[in-house]
């Protein structure tokens, strides 16, 4: 399981990179880190929420709102949610699916990790 000290990895980093795909979208951090989405996710800009999907190509354009912007922190709670907020306070929720598959796939120069969530 990822842990703080590999999120910490992570910083500082920007978004610099969507590449959308057929059942899955991929957040590019620099030249150091990766997350794979197949599952739900939150944008919250302007404290406006709207929700897509990593296996729907049609939702991509939600994500690039957050290209090129710092990442202030990384975290996942005891639920799975991975939550990147960004030095402008947008934020951007990653919500696994309780379906025993992987949701999301975080990469990062020393492994990587699969979340599944049962």
């Not at 957040?27 to 919250?44: E, H």
């Not at 939600?62 to 975290?75: I, K, M, P, Q, T």
Request: net charge negative; glycine share 6%.
């Amino acid at each position: 399981m990822i842990n703080d000290s590999d999120l910490a990895e992570m910083i500082p980093s920007a978004l610099t990179g969507v590449t959308v795909g057929i059942g899955s979208q991929i957040l590019l951090f620099g030249d150091m880190a990766s997350v794979l989405i197949q599952c739900p996710f939150a944008c919250d800009i302007n404290r406006v929420c709207k929700w897509g999907h990593g296996e729907d190509a049609a939702t991509s354009p939600l994500l690039f709102d957050f290209l090129n912007h710092d990442v202030e922190a990384f975290s996942i709670d005891s639920f799975g949610v991975f939550t990147i907020t960004f030095s402008t306070q947008m934020i951007l929720k990653i919500h696994p699916q309780k379906n025993g598959l992987e949701s999301y796939v975080v990469s990062t120069r020393r492994d990587i990790f699969p979340i599944l969530v049962w």
